[in-house]
């Protein structure tokens, strides 16, 4: 089952021509769905207007090179915004399996290798986002780890996770079982998927590694106003605080709410 490539028996119903059409249809809708958000949030504008402010300092095309590369390394490759371990890695296994299960169903309808190598990749790919998704979903989300909430609790900004969960289970088990029945809903949740990029968090992927990028390079030339820094015993940075209260109070503040983990729900 793990050698055997899904969508070539399936050329036998669909031509492969048109399955090439609905792939190249779903990158075009990512692209277009990230522009739309971009434009609809203001994202580029901001950027962009950011980054003309001059800063403190200027940041040379050395630094500019080293705080890209720091940035993809740590922020993008390395997911270091997440500071919960257990974070982390669920969501090193989504996008890394997501990757993976991508570019191998692209590989296996556009090529359609021989062998048995990227099978298992589609293979593993799926399954690694079902392991980080699943996990994610029942037992990390806030809501349902702190808050106590159900995990059947399902809100607007869920689509994206679970428009992808629903695409990579359907896909794996019309791949197992077989069924028109399992093919058609896996295509449902695709199109979903890839489609509802307006109104998911799907753009996050593209928009996050820029910001990093920006967060870095703002810190180096001293464009990040009214941010909290790592130190307080600069005092123009202590006037910058927001509430006089913190102005001079001291970074280490005791473990406070990280004391104990909410779990009394």
């Avoid at 997440?82 to 299960?101: D, P, S």
């Amino acid at each position: 089952m793990l050698d055997f490539n899904p969508f070539a028996a399936l050329s036998a119903f669909i031509p492969v021509v048109v399955m090439k059409c609905y792939v190249a249809l779903m990158i075009a809708l990512v692209a277009a769905g990230t522009l739309f958000d971009i434009i609809h949030k203001g994202s580029a504008r901001y950027f962009f207007n950011h980054w003309r402010r001059p800063g403190a300092r200027q940041v040379g095309g050395g630094e500019l090179a080293s705080i890209a590369v720091k940035t993809a390394l740590v922020d993008v490759l390395a997911s270091g915004e997440f500071c919960n371990t257990k974070r982390r890695i669920a969501h090193l296994l989504t996008m890394y399996g997501f990757i993976l299960h991508v570019v191998a169903t692209v590989v296996l309808i556009f090529a359609a290798p021989a062998g048995d190598l990227w099978p298992r990749l589609w293979w593993i790919g799926g399954l690694m986002v079902l392991v980080g998704g699943y996990w994610f979903w029942f037992f990390i989300r806030v809501d349902v780890a702190a808050e106590g909430s159900t995990p059947f609790r399902v809100m607007h900004a869920d689509l994206f996770i679970l428009s992808l969960l629903a695409s990579v289970t359907l896909g794996l088990l019309w791949a197992w079982l077989g069924g028109l029945v399992l093919f058609a809903l896996y295509i449902l949740a695709t199109t979903v998927l890839f489609g509802g990029v307006p109104w998911s968090k799907f753009a996050h992927m593209f928009f996050k590694p820029a910001a990093a990028f920006e967060k870095r390079v703002s810190e180096a030339d001293g464009t990040h106003q009214n941010l909290p820094t790592l130190t307080r015993d600069d005092p123009e940075q202590q006037a910058r605080h927001s509430m006089e209260l913190l102005r001079n109070a001291p970074m280490d503040m005791g473990l406070g709410i990280k004391r104990e983990a909410p779990r009394h729900y």
